[in-house]
T-cell receptor
Framework: KAGVTQTPRYLIKTRGQQVTLSCSPI?????VSWYQQTPGQGLQFLFE???????NKGNFPGRFSGRQFSNSRSEMNVSTLELGDSALYLC????????????FGEGSRLTVL | SQQGEEDPQALSIQEGENATMNCSYK?????LQWYRQNSGRGLVHLIL?????REKHSGRLRVTLDTSKKSSSLLITASRAADTASYFC??????????????FGKGTKLSVIP
């Protein structure tokens, strides 16, 4: 069974640009969660989608958005990038609601210059 | 917001020794989970313990949960160099209106010296 796939793995952007990250969950999983990981703040919850509906949203500005498609694949978008958005963005999937075991992808490492 | 807080922040031991990491949290929980992360990689789920359980084992891992003290510990016995990683506890937190999210601590960085 294929694991959680995140693309791209690495990317470099400049301030003011926007970025879209993609996550393909494990087949059959309906929940996708996104986390931002930085050395200073650790793992911060961004949002969770379940059956195409956003269930939860963390404490991030509106520049951070996401969506989930009918095949459970998810994308997150960050607009008007700031230097502080440089981070490892992790996607995790689970069969049910994201309060049980999560299966993580390898992450997308974003560097904002 | 950080719900779980791991202690110590860093731990260095010799191969073959046991490693103990602790996690404290603030609110009531349904379950507590431990994850491992190798440098710059994704997290791997290790073990989940429910609020009505006190101890759980999985291979060389032993997790305890004390809900009265709002704390948990992860014990890795007979450590190996391959256990070198960061370990995170995660708790589910009510984000409002009965909606739960999994919240991670800042982790314990374990180094196992061969």
């Amino acid at each position: 069974k294929a694991g959680v796939t995140q693309t791209p793995r690495y990317l470099i952007k400049t301030r003011g640009q926007q970025v879209t990250l993609s996550c393909s969950p494990i087949s059959g999983h309906r929940s996708v969660s996104w986390y931002q990981q930085t050395p200073g703040q650790g793992l911060q919850f961004l949002f969770e989608y379940f059956s195409e509906t956003q269930r939860n949203k963390g404490n991030f500005p509106g520049r951070f958005s996401g969506r989930q498609f009918s095949n459970s694949r998810s994308e997150m978008n960050v607009s008007t990038l700031e230097l502080g958005d440089s981070a490892l963005y992790l996607c995790a999937s689970s069969w049910g609601l994201a309060t049980g075991e999560l299966f993580f992808g390898e992450g997308s490492r974003l560097t904002v210059l | 917001s950080q719900q779980g807080e791991e202690d110590p922040q860093a731990l260095s031991i010799q191969e073959g020794e046991n490693a103990t990491m602790n996690c404290s949290y603030k609110t009531s929980i349904n379950n507590l989970q431990w994850y491992r992360q190798n440098s710059g990689r994704g997290l791997v789920h290790l073990i989940l313990i429910r609020s009505n359980e006190r101890e759980k084992h999985s291979g060389r891992l032993r997790v305890t949960l004390d809900t009265s003290k709002k704390s948990s510990s992860l014990l890795i016995t007979a450590s190996r160099a391959a256990d070198t990683a960061s370990y995170f506890c995660a708790t589910n937190e009510d984000s409002g209106a009965g909606s739960y999210q999994l919240t991670f601590g800042k982790g314990t960085k374990l180094s196992v010296i061969p």
